[in-house]
């Protein structure tokens, strides 16, 4: 079984500052990492993933992550945030044995706040 | 390109009555799942399928019950609605190969039992 912590629930920015959400994970075997991002009253969409290869994976809206094995962590990172960033970010993981077919184990999101 | 659609968006209840989530989704993705999201524990999964007639419990599974007879349609029956499943549930699917590791979500169902 594995498990996800993302530490902090909400954390407040300044548009156009820099911005780490953290997460580390827990598994006894290998896993998949994932970021998901909802908007108010949308389903998740995704915002990159780790698979395998490069430990540094760039997503979609200027973000990217860095999976570090031996922390066990998979911080997301934005050099620069906007007003339309504002939402909620989930880090997530899945099972290498079971190819991802066997559903993601979800954080329990950090609420992203872009202050003016 | 409609994609994954649940219905209904918003669904107000009442204790003890059943209540079926739709799910439908136009990719022939293979695998289907549904999570439901409450404050506080994030998205847990509740039952998934790797094909038509194959389903399997996930985390939270106790007080609902899934079927797919169709590739395209998952749907979730609360067969006897108590307040704790208060909540809104996602569907998603993933395709094959590579493609099953990235799932796609629903918009949602806002469910209230009252």
């Known amino acids: 079984a594995q498990s996800v912590t993302q530490l902090d629930s909400q954390v407040p920015v300044f548009e156009e500052a820099p911005v780490e959400l953290r997460c580390n994970y827990s598994?006894?075997?290998?896993?998949?990492l994932f970021w998901y991002v909802q908007y108010p009253n949308q389903g998740l969409q995704l915002l990159l993933k780790?698979?395998?290869?490069?430990?540094l994976v760039k997503g979609i809206n200027g973000f990217e992550a860095e999976f570090n094995k031996s922390q066990t962590s998979f911080h997301l990172r934005k050099p620069s945030v906007h007003i339309s960033d504002t939402a909620e970010y989930f880090c997530?993981?899945?099972?290498?044995?079971?190819?991802?077919?066997?559903?993601?184990?979800f954080g329990k999101g950090t609420h992203l706040i872009i202050q003016p | 390109d409609a994609g994954i659609t649940q219905s209904p968006r918003y669904k107000i209840t009442e204790t003890g009555r059943q209540v079926t989530l739709m799910c439908h989704q136009t990719w022939s993705h293979s695998y289907m799942f549904w999570y439901r999201q409450d404050l506080g524990h994030g998205l847990r999964l509740i039952y998934y399928?790797?094909?038509?007639?194959?389903?399997d419990k996930g985390e939270v599974p106790d007080g609902y019950v899934v079927s797919r007879s169709k590739t395209e349609n998952f749907p979730l029956t609360l067969e006897s609605a108590t307040r704790s499943q208060t909540s809104v549930y996602f569907c998603?699917?993933?395709?094959?190969?590579?493609?099953?590791?990235?799932?796609?979500f629903g918009a949602g169902t806002r469910l209230s039992v009252l």
């Open positions: 998603a699917s993933s395709g094959t190969g590579d493609a099953k590791n990235i799932q796609y």
């Open positions: 997530a993981v899945s099972e290498r044995s079971g190819g991802g077919a066997d559903g993601l184990t």
């Open positions: 399928s790797a094909a038509a007639d194959i389903t």
């Open positions: 780790y698979l395998s290869g490069s430990t």
């Open positions: 598994s006894s075997v290998s896993v998949y």
